[in-house]
């Protein structure tokens, strides 16, 4: 059974930073393809940002330059930096683990505002 935990949401500024960060029990992390999405309210989920098992990255237009995914296989732990933050980047953040099938976790929620 694959489990999706994320943390590091909360309330920030505009321009502020958060760091999200996602712990996953998953046999053989290394495999799988690991991403980022968001979902505001009233809207779709999106994809915010992805990272490969060979460590290829792609972005959003709307978070490239701003926003930076990186994994630790040792830890099994995939991470989203967010730097310059917009009111725009408000939503629910889920974590999401994929192979053949996709597996997602809770969501934790990042706020904007000043």
């Known amino acids: 059974q694959v489990q999706l935990v994320e943390s590091g949401g909360g309330l920030v500024q505009p321009g502020g930073s958060l760091r999200l960060s996602c712990a996953a029990s998953i046999t053989i992390f290394g495999i799988y393809t690991m991403a980022w999405y968001r979902q505001a309210p009233g809207k779709q989920r999106d994809l915010v940002a992805a990272?490969?098992?060979?460590?290829?990255?792609n972005y959003a237009d709307s978070v490239k330059g701003r926003f930076t995914i990186s994994r630790d296989n040792a830890k099994n732990t995939v991470y989203l930096q967010m730097n310059s933050l917009k009111p725009e980047d408000t939503a629910v953040y889920y974590c999401?683990?994929?192979?053949?099938?996709?597996?997602w976790g809770q969501g934790t929620q990042v706020t904007v505002s000043s």
């Open positions: 990272i490969t098992s060979g460590g290829s990255t």
């Open positions: 999401n683990a994929h192979r053949i099938t996709h597996y």
